[in-house]
């Protein structure tokens, strides 16, 4: 990873479809510390677009949602995109995201939240489901925000984030 005395720390958030988990990620860490972070989603397997279902979600958790869109993580390789600090997998299980391998040296780190099943339940269900994801990924961003970015090399930034991860819980 590169030394992050550069202001703004560039973070990418990959779920399998980048439609919920990673784009409700990008908006609440867009969201936090105002210009210290930019933050992307990307899918594995991208959605064609992002649920209206997402966008109210924030809506509702006063996130803004600006600039959310539905991308894959193909976008990444391009020369064109942006150079990543971090990467963070919000799979459950890390092997649907061994294709991270991103240019440039990011952190990546693990923090598999569970994904809100969307098609079975009550719309009050879906809708509980959902704002316990925004609540979940909400958290972790936070406290991640707060970490010290200039004071600690890539290995401790990495094992902090995954500390954050494992004390939050679900």
């Given amino acids: 990873m590169a030394e992050l005395s550069h202001k703004t720390v560039t973070v990418l958030f990959v779920s399998v479809e980048g439609a919920i988990r990673a784009p409700i ?46 991308v894959g993580l193909a976008d990444f390789h391009l020369p ?15 092997e649907n995201c061994g294709a991270i391998a991103l240019p440039g040296t990011p952190v990546v780190v693990s923090w598999p939240i569970p994904h809100p099943v969307m098609e079975s339940g009550s719309p009050a269900e879906r809708g509980s489901r959902l704002a316990e994801t925004v609540r979940m990924i909400r958290r972790r961003v936070e406290l991640f925000a707060e970490l010290p970015m200039d004071k600690l090399d ?9 500390t954050i991860h494992r004390q939050v819980g679900a």
């Fill in 25 to 70: 990620a990008a908006a609440a860490m867009n969201a936090c510390k105002g210009d210290e972070f930019r933050a992307f989603s990307a899918g594995i397997h991208p959605a064609a677009s992002i649920p209206a279902t997402t966008i109210d979600a924030l809506r509702i958790a006063g996130i803004p949602s600006g600039g959310v869109q539905a």
């Fill in 154 to 162: 890539a290995l401790a930034m990495r094992l902090q984030a995954e």
């Fill in 80 to 94: 064109e995109a942006p150079r990543l600090d971090f990467v963070f997998n919000l799979t459950e299980a890390y």
